[in-house]
């Protein structure tokens, strides 16, 4: 990887963190789910610059997606309207961050000491190929059926936010008494 990838490699992953760290800090649901789609992006722009072009594609669109999902959902849903009332995103913040402390000491901590096993074999010539074979070979099924799956929840998001079906009557407006 070049100085320059290295630096643009850089500045995706501190703008991941900081994205990630934002949605916990920034006081609104629909600021959060912005922030965690920023986060992902990033990331995505990571793996296109390890040349993992497919990985990194489906990462970003997969995330956008999702993110707007949620944001439908919570403008549907919310009493706070759009999610953009001031609220409180942490609960149990003493407790939170003794369990945050203590995972990433763990997780540290088997990185650190585990005995990784030394490499066997060598590596594909196209690692993303490789990838992309060894995610949607035998699961192309299972892939099929998510994306119906979240085509029905667009459809359904929308038949939910619409106050009247297709084939009922709309209200009849009052005509004004000299357009007869």
Same mark, same amino acid.
């Given at each position: ?39 992902? /992006? ?32 919570? /403008? ?78 667009? /459809? ?25």
């Amino acid at each position: 990887m070049s100085g320059a990838a290295m630096a643009v490699f850089a500045v995706l992953g501190l703008v991941a963190v900081a994205a990630g760290a934002a949605v916990f800090v920034v006081d609104s649901m629909a600021r959060a789910t912005f922030a965690l789609a920023a986060s992902f /992006v990033a990331v995505g722009g990571e793996l296109v610059l390890l040349t993992l072009d497919y990985l990194g594609v489906v990462t970003i669109l997969m995330m956008v997606m999702e993110m707007a999902i949620m944001v439908v959902f919570m /403008v549907m849903f919310m009493m706070n309207p759009a999610g953009l009332m001031p609220m409180s995103m942490l609960h149990n913040k003493r407790g939170a961050l003794a369990i945050s402390v203590a995972t990433f000491v763990l997780l540290a901590a088997g990185a650190l000491l585990v005995p990784w096993p030394a490499q066997r074999g060598t590596a594909p010539a196209d690692a993303t190929r490789a990838v992309g074979e060894a995610i949607m070979g035998p699961h192309m099924p299972v892939m099929v059926a998510i994306s119906a799956v979240l085509f029905a929840t667009i /459809v359904s998001a929308l038949v939910l936010a619409t106050p009247h079906g297709r084939y009922e009557p709309q209200e009849q407006q009052p005509q004004d008494e000299g357009q007869r």
